[in-house]
């Protein structure tokens, strides 16, 4: 279909103004957004069952590659029983703060360590300068 050049040249004409209509009548008619009715989906409370943490701590053995003893294990009683003390969940330290509470507890063993050691293993050189002059004395006897 062919249009005049008169049609056309008017529709370009009527397009600067009719973009700015749309945009004035976009402002006026906004639609009401759904985001003052919407509201954040309260976490539903877990409720404690020996099959739920059964199942739970089955998922958490598989997925980590865990031997099956690790359940038993004392220091797994001991994290679970600190665990079920808290009143608002528990935060779980990631990767990073992991690895610094290991290096810390480390230096802090050896630290320990240094000082429940701290015997001389090796003779200071007085010692052994005064030994071996003994020992010259004893031979010209």
């Known amino acids: ?9 008017s529709q370009l004409i009527r397009l600067p103004n009719d973009v700015k209509a749309h945009k004035d009548k976009a402002k006026v008619d906004k639609q009401s ?3 003052g009715h919407l509201k954040e989906k309260e976490q539903e409370e877990i409720r404690y069952s020996d099959g739920f943490f059964r199942e739970v701590a089955v998922e958490w053995l598989v997925a980590t590659d865990q031997p099956i003893g690790a359940l038993e ?5 001991q994290m679970i029983d600190v665990a079920s003390r808290a009143k608002n969940g528990v935060t779980i330290p990631n990767r990073h703060q992991t690895r ?13 360590l240094r000082t429940r050691l701290n015997v001389s293993i090796i003779p200071s050189l007085s010692d052994y300068t005064t030994h071996v002059q003994f020992r010259v004395l004893l031979s010209k006897a």
């Open 100 to 112: 610094e509470e290991i290096m810390n507890s480390f230096k802090k063993q050896m630290n320990h």
């Open 1 to 9: 279909m062919f249009r005049p050049f008169d049609a056309i040249y």
């Open 33 to 35: 957004r759904i985001d």
């Open 73 to 77: 294990h004392p220091k797994f009683h």
